[in-house]
């Protein structure tokens, strides 16, 4: 069966360091891989997908996930945290041949100044 | 466009209660789904929907009904709600499939059962 584990709860980093956001899968097959963050009160929003291609994958707001085959990882990064990236974040896994997605626990990232 | 927008945002039930959560899209999307989210467990999949008239149940479908006659709605229903059935509900509808088109979610309704 499909499935992601995002093996942190919560993420600290400090302003203008490099953030990491883990994100290991385990799937039959192709993986198909997506990020997903929300921000206080608020819905989830795409950031970024991984289909095929280019194992660096860009999205939206400054953030890229590396896709890792090896490794069986997909872990989401940005070079220069902001404060306003706070958020929770979500790794997601296509659920086999179907139209719906599996989303892991989620990882708290806290940015501070 | 308004997007994804759910009703009510907030509501407070009795166990036994029932309840029903609208969820409605302006973006001409044929896939709709409700989740459920709790802590420490993520986001989980309740119910969708691939086009007008059609439902299909996710992974924890027990204790919902939903139905999707139009295809810009796509309503939750509790028939006898449950205190576990307290936790914030999503809606998230697409254009195609969830992997092949980004999921647009709603701001969420907090429902809690005593």
């Known amino acids: 069966a499909q499935s992601v584990a995002q093996p942190e709860d919560q993420v600290n980093v400090a302003e203008g360091n490099p953030l990491t956001v883990k994100c290991t899968y385990s799937?039959?097959?192709?993986?198909?891989l997506f990020w997903y963050v929300q921000y206080p009160n608020r819905g989830l929003q795409f950031l970024l997908k991984y289909i095929t291609g280019d194992n660096l994958v860009k999205g939206s707001y400054g953030f890229e996930a590396e896709f890792n085959k090896s490794q069986t990882s997909f872990h989401l990064k940005k070079p220069s945290a902001l404060v306003s990236d706070s958020a929770l974040y979500f790794c997601?896994?296509?659920?086999?041949?179907?139209?719906?997605?599996?989303f892991g626990t989620g990882t708290r990232l806290q940015v501070f100044p | 466009n308004a997007g994804v927008t759910q009703t009510p945002k907030f509501r407070v039930l009795k166990t036994g209660q029932s309840m029903t959560l609208l969820c409605a899209q302006d973006?001409?999307?044929?896939?709709m789904y409700w989740y459920r989210q709790d802590p420490g467990m993520g986001l989980r999949l309740i119910h969708y929907s691939v086009g007008e008239g059609t439902t299909a149940k996710g992974e924890v479908p027990d204790g919902y009904n939903v139905s999707r006659l139009k295809k810009q709605n796509f309503l939750l229903g509790l028939e006898s709600a449950a205190p576990s059935q307290t936790s914030v509900y999503f809606c998230?509808?697409?254009?195609?499939?969830?992997?092949?088109?980004?999921?647009?979610f709603g701001p969420g309704t907090r429902l809690t059962v005593l």
């Open positions: 997601a896994v296509r659920e086999g041949n179907t139209d719906k997605l599996i």
């Open positions: 998230a509808s697409s254009l195609r499939g969830a992997f092949t088109d980004t999921q647009y």
């Open positions: 799937v039959s097959g192709n993986p198909y």
């Open positions: 973006m001409n999307h044929e896939y």
